[in-house]
């Protein structure tokens, strides 16, 4: 790799991580297992929630949420252009249209400003 080589984001694992991921390979259960369930379990404690389901991606979590809150066709979801593509893409697939909002300069976040002026009654 090229010292001049920026990450957006470098994973910090440590021999308690790895020695995690090859037991769970070694189990024989590399979807929906112990694991998986104990995950949920602690999650739903932490959080105070009476469901949680883990999915194998933050797509999959996101198009679950906008269904979960009954975006579908005819719907508007203002989102941020400066994002990864799933973020518009799930909203397209569940049948709503992204509207795009720009960030803010000074911290790369979505502009509450940009916000108000994209909100409609299918907002």
């Known amino acids: ?38 995950f949920e379990a602690a999650f739903k404690a932490m959080v105070g929630a009476e469901h949680a389901v883990a999915v194998n991606s933050c797509t999959a979590g996101l198009h679950l949420a906008l269904l979960a809150a009954g975006i579908g066709p005819g719907d ?28 803010a300069a000074e911290d790369l976040n979505i502009d509450p400003e940009q916000i108000e002026g994209k909100v409609t009654p299918r907002t």
């Not at 990450?7 to 308690?16: E, K, M, R, T």
């Open 76 to 103: 508007e979801v203002i989102t941020t252009p400066l994002t990864f593509a799933a973020t518009a893409n799930v909203i397209v697939h569940a049948g709503a249209t992204p509207v795009l909002a720009d960030v």
């Open 1 to 38: 790799m090229s010292e001049d080589f920026l990450p957006i984001a470098q994973p910090d694992l440590d021999d308690d991580d790895i020695a995690e991921v090859v037991d769970t390979l070694r189990s024989g259960w590399l979807t929906y297992g112990p694991k998986t369930q104990r």
